[in-house]
């Protein structure tokens, strides 16, 4: 089975806070993902990484920076936490393209920022 | 810049009914994936649909790719209170052969099934 696993499932953060997401992985997959979901949006990709040390920018990338120093693993930083931030945030891995895999999806972390 | 839309957003249906959520895309693609989401949970993959005319079924859920016409539709059949879920699809347009590949979804239907 595969399996994507996130650091926390509710976050609770003060705005100006500096806060960390953490995404890890066990299948080995070269792509990995960012995404927030709110409610009437869908889900919007923030950053993406195809390789380690590796980033580009998605959708909605301000306010946000990622670090990937290992394969399995992709971090969602924000660097001061505000309010508009408040979120359920989606880490997925995925195949290099070529490969017709879908997206595979973690729990979700749903952050609050007061 | 791709645009995914999805319609219905909002689904309510009775049980026994069949139905049909649309998902349109603007631009050229052949690779198309619905997702379902239960509430408060992650996204789990349904179908992966790679080429026209592809047709995936699962129980009460069929899906189709008509690349031509940029369209792909979720037939729901004789629906049950257990498909209640929000549903998204999800375009790649990133296929090219390079080393990474992204999704673009559309908004999700919410789909509610009622006795």
């Known amino acids: 089975d595969v399996k994507v696993t996130q650091s926390s499932r509710y976050l609770v953060k003060r705005t100006g806070e500096k806060v960390f997401l953490e995404c890890v992985q066990d299948?080995?997959?070269?792509?990995m993902f960012w995404y927030r979901q709110d409610p009437g949006l869908g889900l919007r990709l923030i950053y993406f990484?195809?390789?380690?040390?590796?980033?580009e920018k998605g959708d909605i990338p301000e306010g946000y920076s990622v670090s990937r120093e290992k394969k399995e693993r992709f971090s969602l930083i924000l660097e001061s936490a505000s309010t508009n931030q408040t979120s359920m945030y989606l880490c997925?891995?995925?195949?290099?393209?070529?490969?017709?895999?879908?997206?595979?999806f973690g729990p979700g972390t749903r952050l609050t920022v007061l | 810049e791709l645009k995914v839309e999805q319609n219905p957003l909002f689904l309510s249906m009775q049980e026994g009914k069949n139905y049909t959520i649309y998902c349109n895309y603007s631009?050229?693609?052949?690779?198309l994936y619905w997702y379902r989401q239960d509430p408060g949970k992650s996204l789990e993959s349904l179908f992966v649909l790679l080429s026209n005319g592809a047709v995936k079924q699962e129980g009460r859920l069929m899906a189709s790719l008509d690349t031509k016409a940029r369209l792909s539709t979720l037939h729901i059949t004789a629906a049950v209170h257990d498909l209640s879920a929000t549903y998204f699809c999800a375009v790649d347009i990133s296929y090219s052969g390079g080393s990474n590949y992204k999704l673009t979804f559309g908004k999700g239907t919410l789909l509610t099934v009622n006795p």
């Open positions: 299948m080995d997959h070269e792509n």
């Open positions: 631009t050229t693609s052949d690779r």
């Open positions: 997925a891995i995925g195949r290099l393209a070529g490969f017709t895999d879908t997206q595979y």
């Open positions: 990484s195809y390789d380690v040390k590796m980033k």
